[in-house]
């Protein structure tokens, strides 16, 4: 068979799930919420009809059932791009592979992937506990560029205008752009505070933070905070998103993230109980994602 991945590039778990999400096809909904933390899993899932699947495998832990009689499953992903490419990886091979025969299945299953996190401001009129929908995202973690991205994929021209305004320095990963899908936003995130997200490869240094070591680039978040594009502003930094958009859209999925603001980079502050305002967000994006 011509088209059967090899057994070391499409790993499968003893029992014949995926590797690292344990899932098989049909243990997945086409309606997904992922979260950073395992813990978070509980949060979501307390709110569903029914629980028919529960699995966990290191950071990753999967609850399936349904609310409001709609097949969601929440999943976790760990922090970074690099936990995204391999459980969004996984999504989509759980999706549209035949696991059983390693080949692509014909008919092409489209998920929705509704990522909800915290994050940090950086507009000073953004205050915590606000909701932040990404409309557009620039990433400067280098990930995709280590795929053959289809056109239209990566925005080019918030990615070029980001890299001029910032003067973007040769030695950091080439940033790019991307977009969420319109019919998530629509649906979902129409009444939120909406802008451009910049996901970084890191939580101190890659975002600003000084501890013991000194930045190279100490005034980033101020002019980050001045750059603009069709309107919108740079409203905050998180570590997921670009690996989502632009994953997502080459492999033919709706993406959209949702984070709550607990940290004020501008102001300097930082909020420690956010869980009745994560419970609330939840609920929501449950609601409007499966009315």
Not at 24 to 37: E, F, M, S, T, W
Not at 109 to 119: D, V
Not at 217 to 232: H, V
Not at 272 to 278: A, I, S, T
Request: hydrophobic share 35%.
């Amino acid at each position: 068979m011509e088209n059967k991945l090899a057994a070391s590039e499409l790993v499968l778990a003893p029992d014949g799930s995926l590797y690292h999400i344990h899932l098989k096809p049909h243990q997945l909904a086409d309606n997904i919420i992922l979260v950073g933390d395992p813990n978070r899993v509980d949060m979501v899932s307390k709110h569903f009809d029914e629980i028919d699947f529960k699995v966990s495998n290191r950071e990753i832990t999967a609850h399936t059932g349904s609310f409001n009689g709609i097949g969601v499953t929440a999943i976790s992903t760990g922090m970074g791009v690099d936990n995204i490419d391999i459980v969004l990886t996984e999504l989509d091979a759980c999706a549209n592979i035949n696991l059983e025969t390693r080949e692509v299945n014909p008919k092409h299953r489209k998920l929705n992937l509704i990522r909800l996190g915290t994050t940090g401001s950086l507009q000073e009129d953004i205050p915590c506990g606000a909701y932040i929908a990404s409309k557009y995202v620039i990433g400067i973690d280098g990930i995709m560029y280590f795929y053959n991205n289809k056109e239209g994929v990566l925005d080019k021209d918030l990615s070029d205008s980001f890299i001029s305004f910032m003067n973007w320095d040769n030695s950091l990963p080439r940033p790019y752009g991307g977009i969420s899908s319109d019919s998530l936003f629509s649906k979902i995130a129409y009444d939120m505070v909406s802008g451009i997200t910049v996901t970084s490869p890191g939580f101190y240094g890659p975002q600003g933070r000084e501890i013991r070591v000194p930045l190279a680039f100490p005034q980033i978040n101020d002019k980050l905070s001045d750059f603009k594009y069709k309107d919108y502003k740079i409203t905050n930094y998180e570590m997921e998103t670009s690996a989502l958009y632009a994953l997502a859209k080459n492999l033919g999925h709706n993406s959209l993230t949702i984070c709550i603001v607990i940290a004020n980079r501008m102001r300097g502050e930082f909020v420690e109980n956010y869980h009745n305002e994560m419970d609330a967000l939840i609920h929501l994006t449950l609601k409007r994602l499966c009315k």
